[in-house]
């Protein structure tokens, strides 16, 4: 297919078919992927799941998961399913927005990558529209993710520092014991993204995790950080 690209993440571990035009895999879904905690057997929901990257790198870490996927857009969702084969992981994909998704599970872990941008703000590239701005509200987005969770269940997210207090409205009266863990491209800028990590049905208060520093002073990966993309 001329319109896809097949690349390899992880130091060579997953291939990764993906659309050569709009948006292409970042390092972002990596990081996520890499802090989300992995029990044998559990069940988790990638929501927003684009081309399956968090999706297939839970998988691969644990292949007992029962791993489910969900995105609006059916090319990427095509192409999740092809990356599952290719890759010999099995996932369910369901080809759905999450504004009329009706799954009748609950997981034991839910992980969204979603849209971060508001499109009233920016010249939209037809490409990028689904992947990068919020065609969903961000509430609308985080209250599908917390009916599909179970009691005890951990919730997942990584987005712009700039939506933290949205992000904290939407769970703090249905979620607790919430981490949060910025992340900076140096360590002497400001936060790029941020992840924020919660659990249903717990009472623990709010804290800030350690920072997770993308390159260090010559602009290399951290040793971290080349851990996190070595898999």
């Given at each position: 297919m001329n319109d896809v690209t097949e690349d390899f993440i992880l130091n060579g571990k997953?291939?990764?078919?993906?659309p050569k035009h709009g948006y292409r895999i970042a390092i972002d879904p990596v990081i996520l992927a890499h802090v989300v905690e992995v029990y044998p057997g559990q069940s988790v929901?990638?929501?927003g799941c684009g081309v399956?990257?968090?999706s297939l790198i839970l998988k691969k870490r644990n292949p007992s998961q029962y791993v489910d996927a969900i995105d609006i857009d059916p090319f990427v969702c095509r192409l999740c399913e092809e990356n599952a084969?290719?890759?010999?992981?099995?996932?369910?994909?369901?080809?759905?927005?999450?504004?009329?998704?009706?799954?009748?599970?609950?997981?034991?872990?839910?992980v969204t990558n979603p849209p971060f941008y508001d499109p009233k703000n920016?010249?939209?590239s037809q490409t990028k529209t689904l992947a990068n701005f919020e065609t969903?509200?961000?509430?609308?987005w985080i209250n599908f993710c917390i009916r599909h969770l179970k009691h005890g269940g951990r919730f997942y997210i990584i987005h712009i520092p700039e939506r933290?207090?949205?992000i904290l409205d939407c769970i703090k009266m249905q979620l607790g014991k919430i981490e949060i863990t910025p992340i900076y491209a140096y360590?002497?800028?400001?936060?790029?993204?941020i992840i924020v990590e919660a659990k249903k049905g717990s009472n623990e208060q709010l804290k800030f995790l350690p920072p997770k520093i993308i390159h260090n002073d010559r602009g290399e990966f951290s040793p971290d950080m080349a851990n996190i993309l070595n898999g």
């Open positions: 997953l291939k990764l078919k993906q929901l990638d929501v399956g990257t968090v084969r290719d890759n010999d992981l099995s996932i369910t994909v369901h080809n759905q927005s999450v504004e009329t998704a009706l799954l009748k599970k609950r997981f034991d872990c839910i920016f010249r939209i969903v509200p961000l509430d609308v933290l207090s949205d360590k002497n800028q400001k936060a790029k993204r």
